[in-house]
């Protein structure tokens, strides 16, 4: 699938200066914080032609959908968004959560949708400075691609989700699994994987 990022030039740093941000204004945003909605905020400007920041979704399943993007090949695409900090305080590097039910979900409506339309993981990594995040580098990724590399999930209990199973995986390990290096998405605007698909 040939696909190419509209915009990638715009940063998460961007998007906090617009009037709507740094605010939860979606899906569970009585739990999630302003920066998840910044990054689906840049997720939108991003992938829209038109640079909209207007694409959040109301379902649960994706957080941003943009029609009619710009492919020769494509008429719609879904995108769940994942960021997380570079590295936390004690040293480690931040991880990417990804809830094995929403995944399955979203690959199953990718694997029962037509050809056309694209579903994409938005990978977002960030620095803090002072409270104010600053983008690291983006990477999107086809749901294939991802579900291709997560070889295991974890048992949790959650406040919000109940039980459940997650895979939480550092940005570092993710990328080396998608053959992306640290020093490409720092000097890329932003990390297309979309061309690379794995057969099932």
Known sequence: M???????????????????????GGRGQSTAASRGYNVERLASAVLDP???????????????????PLSPHADSIYVECKSCVYRYPSGGYGRFRIWEDNHLKFLNK???????????????????KHGIEKEVGKVLVPVLHVDHVL???????????????????SWHLLFKKLSVTPEEIADEDAINLMSILYER
């Open 2 to 24: 040939r696909y190419r990022i509209p915009n990638p030039e715009v940063k998460l740093e961007r998007i906090r200066e617009i009037p709507s941000a740094n605010q939860c």
């Open 110 to 128: 990718k694997e029962s949708s037509s050809d056309d339309h694209i579903f994409a993981y938005f990978f977002v990594v960030y620095t803090v």
């Open 151 to 169: 070889d295991w999930w974890t048992y949790i209990e959650h406040d919000t989700m109940g039980e459940t199973w997650v895979r939480d995986i």
């Open 50 to 68: 038109e640079s909209s920041i207007d694409n959040l979704s109301d379902e649960n399943l994706y957080d941003v959908y943009v029609d009619e």
